[in-house]
């Protein structure tokens, strides 16, 4: 079962553009993570944001965490074509165990 | 340092045959993770292990799926016979504990095509 939820499913933009990808999630938890997926290839962890932070971030990374809400959103700035990838979330429900989002498919054309 | 290694890359088989996947987490990680992913979804955990142990296998289909972990380090993930429902891409991942707050580092997985 996956917890998280992304949104959108997909999304394609111009390089230099913003992007934006959010996550909902249904339970509470300690920590929400996100991860990269190239095609073809393993998941590469982004960045992770403790339930007691508001916001954090990471080069052109930006993370935020409403847990009255349970949702999460990634905003990558000045986007290139080298962020072409899938997005997921992943949440850890009681026991460490990662519970992944289906992703968001990032398109970033040049 | 190398990075978690999994062999084969990809693997095609046909229906009801047996098939195995082979993990090499990175060195020192006593904390290694069997993921399933199906096309178009995020990963789903199969089994954990802490060190030889299997914990968190309750999402491991244990009619038809097996793992181990010899000596706490390579793992080998079998599944005997194949249905073709299990075609999917078979993700391995180690972490330097069982906590949430380390990183997993994932390997590149074995896509499987059953036919």
């Known amino acids: 079962s996956q917890q998280g939820e992304e949104d959108p499913q997909a999304l394609s933009i111009q390089e230099g553009e913003n992007a934006t990808m959010n996550c909902s999630y249904k339970?509470?938890?300690?920590?929400l993570q996100w991860y990269r997926q190239n095609s073809g290839r393993g998941l590469v962890h982004l960045i992770l944001?403790?339930?007691?932070?508001r916001e954090k971030h990471s080069g052109r990374l930006r993370v935020t965490l409403d847990t009255s809400k349970k949702s999460s959103s990634l905003l990558i700035t000045a986007s290139r074509a080298a962020d072409t990838a899938s997005y997921f979330c992943?949440?850890?429900?009681?026991?460490?165990?990662?519970?992944f989002g289906g992703g968001t498919r990032l398109m970033v054309k040049p | 340092e190398a990075g978690v290694v999994q062999s084969p890359r990809y693997k095609i088989i046909e229906k009801k045959q047996p098939v195995a996947f082979w993990c090499n987490p990175i060195?020192?990680?006593?904390?290694l993770y069997w993921y399933l992913q199906n096309l178009g979804q995020g990963p789903e955990l199969l089994i954990r292990?802490?060190?030889?142990?299997?914990?968190?296998d309750s999402q491991l289909p244990k009619d038809r799926f097996s793992a181990e972990r010899l000596k706490g380090v390579d793992s080998t993930l079998k599944i005997q016979p194949a249905e073709l429902g299990d075609s999917a891409v078979y993700l391995c991942?180690?972490?330097?504990?069982?906590?949430?707050?380390?990183?997993?580092?994932f390997g590149p997985g074995t896509r499987l095509t059953v036919l």
């Open positions: 339970t509470s938890i300690n920590n």
């Open positions: 992943a949440t850890d429900e009681a026991g460490n165990m990662l519970t």
């Open positions: 060195s020192g990680h006593n904390t």
């Open positions: 991942a180690s972490s330097l504990g069982p906590s949430s707050y380390n990183e997993q580092f």
């Open positions: 292990y802490e060190n030889e142990e299997a914990v968190d």
């Open positions: 944001i403790r339930s007691n932070e």
